[in-house]
């Protein structure tokens, strides 16, 4: 715990860059770059302020309400993120940033987990089943974001003889199979929650299943009073969309002047900000041999994005973006989701871990990152 504690007051000190971020923007009119840099930091200490404010709060409400809080605040600042690049238009970003935060939090964050806990501990165990069922829902959700993508590039290559008509017509379709795929994912994502928390709780005991923030509910800690939790959550959330709104903003000027494409952008560095928090409470539990937890930290966060917050930005978009956003995402992102879910289904199928598997998942991430950086712009 007093390792735990150093780490939240470490992440507190990047607060800072709030005051720095916002006098470079209103007073110094800085470069997009800078402004891009300095709030990305900004974001990260605020992510974990609201995880860590619902988690607070979720002792309040019990195990059943407060399980379900996190499920829907566990990634609220990736989808405040999102949310500004979608009314700006920047559908490649949003769609790339889901993309990476799949594929960070399956193999980065599984990754260190399985490889800093495996060094302290030999062998490291976890539930089979429940690992099973977020392996199986992880294809699932791969199916559903791969599906418009294969029948866009299929129709669009067929139509390419016939010009732009046909083209046009397998971007209509692909965008309406995109809103009827949405709500196929949220369904499942809804119904997961109820075999979560409800029907088969049991098999994630000891693991809070979409908690993507906590441990337990820092029961060695001070518990927050409600007010004083909603009050952090309500604070943070603004200043995740002040912070997010400048990112946005100096997004594409920050991936030309630094010699990124949009897309790396998206996938590795929006990814990485919005799920800092995640990332480090999944290795401080793996560290305490709590690979459950990690597990869950890891899939969990992963599967909300893809059966929630993916399928809620294609509603979204068509209330507040310029146009309505599709699924259909790169090949190489399509590809990305699909060697992740598989690696991670191996690997997580016998129900235990040790360190060499923690460095074939960093392995395979570094690769697809690799990969994404050597993307023409």
């Given at each position: 715990?007093?390792f735990?504690?150093?780490a ?11 005051p ?6 209103y007073?110094v009119?800085?470069?997009?770059t ?29 195990a ?11 990634n ?8 500004f690049a ?21 193999l980065?964050v ?15 165990v976890f ?16 199916v ?10 299929t129709?669009?290559?067929a139509?390419?003889?016939s ?19 949405a ?12 075999f ?6 049991d098999?994630?005991?000891?693991a ?19 007010g ?23 997004a594409?000027?920050a ?5 990124m ?14 799920n ?8 401080l ?5 709590k ?12 599967l ?9 930005l294609?509603?979204l ?8 956003m ?38 395979v ?13």
């Open positions: 715990m007093a735990r504690l150093k939240d007051n470490a992440l507190h000190l990047f607060l800072v860059f709030i720095i971020t916002l006098v470079l923007e007073v009119h800085a470069s997009p800078t402004l891009f840099l300095t709030s990305a930091v900004a974001i990260v200490p605020l992510a974990g302020l609201m995880g860590k404010s619902t988690e607070m709060l979720a002792e309040h409400v019990g059943g309400l407060g399980g379900l809080l996190n499920a829907t605040f566990g609220a600042a990736e989808l405040i993120i999102a949310i979608l009314k700006a238009g920047l559908h490649d970003l949003v769609k790339a940033s889901l993309t990476g935060s799949i594929i960070g939090n399956i980065l599984f990754g260190l987990g399985a490889l800093l806990g495996g060094l302290k501990f030999r062998r490291q539930n089979r089943t429940a690992a099973r069922l977020g392996a199986t829902l992880l294809l699932l959700s791969a559903g974001l791969i599906i418009p993508s294969l029948l866009h590039f129709r669009g290559g139509g390419a003889a010009g732009a008509a046909a083209a046009g017509d397998a971007a209509t379709v692909s965008g309406s199979l995109s809103l009827e795929i709500v196929v994912l949220i369904v499942c994502y809804g119904l997961s929650l109820v979560a928390f409800t029907t088969h709780a098999l994630y005991r000891g809070s299943h979409h908690g993507d923030h906590g441990e337990g509910g820092h029961a060695a800690g001070a518990a927050w009073s409600k004083k939790s909603f009050a952090v959550l309500l604070t943070a959330a603004a200043f995740v969309g002040w912070m997010s709104e400048i990112l946005v903003g100096g594409e000027d991936a030309h002047s630094l010699g494409n949009e897309v790396f952008v998206g996938v590795i560095v929006v990814a990485l900000v919005g800092a928090a995640e990332h480090s409470t999944a290795v539990v793996a560290l305490r041999n690979m459950d937890l990690s597990l869950q930290v890891a899939v969990g966060s992963s909300q994005i893809a059966l929630f917050i993916a399928p809620l294609v509603f978009s068509y209330a507040i973006g310029p146009v309505p599709d699924l259909v995402f790169t090949p190489l992102e399509v590809a990305a989701v699909a060697i992740s879910v598989i690696v991670v289904g191996q690997i997580s199928g016998d129900g235990e871990t040790h360190w060499m598997e923690g460095v074939l998942l960093l392995g991430y570094v690769l697809l990152g690799l990969a994404f950086f050597n993307l023409p712009g």
